[in-house]
């Protein structure tokens, strides 16, 4: 894999090109802005990292020139800065910056992400040179199996095995871009299939990475609910070829409903990137520390009174996503407040704050989907003042800010469009019965007539 770097501060191109070194990742060095454009066309890089404040032409200013060209204007893009100002923050997160990173760069902090940009590219790359989406992983003890499943998937995946729960371990570990499917097959020594799916899924998270699907390759007896439970799927084995890939797009490509599949994506891998998405956009725009809140989903409280939305919606399944920054009225102006630099009420830029905050998350969120095949299409962000109460999620965390402000993100799958709480599916309300028509009223000579008849004489 390879990054052009561009900053004119030789020591920060060299901590960021040793850095990059011990993920095997060539570096192309440039000291100006207009110099990396040049090098863009020469090397075709996988990823760029741009500094905000450059010579003849600004990290921000190539950002832009790239996004108007014909030439991979979807390259992934890091943006890093001494300083975080809003102006910057919103004209980086309008330019479509894959993450943004602040001076001195700390490297327990950045790897991880940076990580994460490489896999996003990975994944852009091969669907532009036309090759197999995902990256799949097959583990299993019977070499006769793995010599006759591979060639099989090759078609539609790009595909790697290996012979034990160690040596999978140990591969997915060393890999820049995780593998998008494993398929472990039952009983395979020293770490066995229940273990190694753990350990998949706990390395990706460390990682920064989404975690993987993973499927059983299970053998002839049935499979205890319990453990089936742990994987995305169970796939029955076969020698018989067309079976055997039958049954493989049935479980993992043919029969995995779109919704839930997005559903149990949100719900299981993708907290870790929330969680950083929100500390990083919201603490860099108020400059200041954002705390994460307890474990997970419940047990806080979180004020309520106040939803700011954005709507992603994937137009050839139906999928719609909203991602939401629940809070209370008075946090959210002292939010705003803090944000702006100034005093600010709700009405008087508060509620717009709030919007700018939530479109930036969702934005974060959609390029961490599309490298998982959902090409989710951003909606303008939408706030609610009526009195909103707990705004259902697939997945919520709440933070707490430095001068005390607790908010809460969320993430929802629906499947037709929803009001911001509650209203049923727009499906549901298209398919009711019609309200039955009123009577029509009797002609007025007939009203007149039965009045005169009703008159005593």
Do not use: W
């Not at 700018?356 to 706030?383: H, Q």
């Not at 909103?388 to 005390?404: H, I, K, N, T, Y």
Request: glycine share 8%; proline share 7%.
């Amino acid at each position: 894999m390879k990054a052009l770097i561009a900053d004119d501060d030789r020591i920060s191109r060299a901590v960021l090109k040793r850095l990059l070194s011990h993920i095997n990742v060539e570096v192309v060095e440039a000291d100006n802005g207009l110099d990396a454009l040049n090098l863009l066309e020469q090397v075709d890089p996988d990823f760029i990292v741009f500094d905000v404040q450059m010579p003849i032409l600004s990290g921000l200013e190539a950002l832009s020139a790239i996004r108007q060209s014909q030439f991979r204007p979807d390259v992934p893009v890091i943006c890093i800065s001494a300083s975080g100002t809003k102006e910057d923050v919103t004209r980086m997160l309008a330019l479509g910056v894959s993450d943004y990173l602040l001076k001195p760069i700390n490297p327990v902090e950045a790897l991880p992400r940076i990580k994460s940009v490489m896999l996003r590219s990975t994944q852009r790359r091969k669907r532009r040179d036309g090759g197999p989406l995902n990256s799949l992983l097959i583990v299993g003890a019977d070499p006769s199996f793995l010599a006759f499943a591979k060639p099989l998937l090759e078609q539609d995946f790009e595909v790697s095995e290996m012979s034990s729960g160690t040596q999978a371990a140990l591969r997915f570990r060393e890999a820049g871009a995780k593998p998008a499917i494993v398929c472990l097959s039952e009983g395979l020594p020293l770490v066995n299939e229940d273990v190694l799916a753990d350990v998949i899924r706990k390395m990706a998270i460390q990682d920064g990475a989404t975690p993987p699907q993973i499927f059983l390759l299970a053998g002839g007896a049935a499979v205890d609910e319990s453990k089936a439970l742990r994987y995305d799927g169970v796939i029955r084995k076969s020698f018989v070829p067309a079976q055997f890939v039958e049954e493989f797009r049935r479980v993992v490509m043919s029969d995995q409903n779109a919704y839930e599949k997005l559903r149990h994506l949100v719900r299981e891998g993708l907290r870790g990137e929330l969680v950083t998405a929100t500390q990083q956009t919201i603490g860099v725009m108020m400059a200041s520390e954002v705390t994460l809140l307890g474990d997970g989903n419940e047990g806080d409280e979180t004020p309520v009174g106040v939803c700011s939305r954005v709507t992603m919606h994937e137009p050839a399944s139906g999928l719609i996503l909203h991602a939401e920054l629940v809070t209370g009225r008075p946090e959210a102006e002292k939010i705003g407040s803090q944000v702006r630099k100034r005093p600010t009420t709700f009405d008087d830029g508060g509620s717009k704050v709030l919007g700018e905050l939530v479109n930036a998350i969702a934005g974060r969120m959609r390029d961490c989907l599309l490298s998982r095949g959902f090409d989710l299409k951003m909606g303008m962000p939408e706030t609610s003042t009526d009195e909103v109460g707990d705004v259902p999620a697939d997945l919520a965390v709440p933070f707490r800010c430095s001068e005390g402000e607790v908010f809460r993100v969320g993430l929802r799958v629906v499947q037709g469009a929803t009001d911001l709480i509650g209203e049923a599916p727009a499906e549901a309300v298209a398919s009711a019965e019609p309200p039955a028509e009123p009577p029509a009223e009797p002609p007025a000579e007939t009203v007149a007539a039965q009045a005169s008849d009703d008159v005593p004489s």
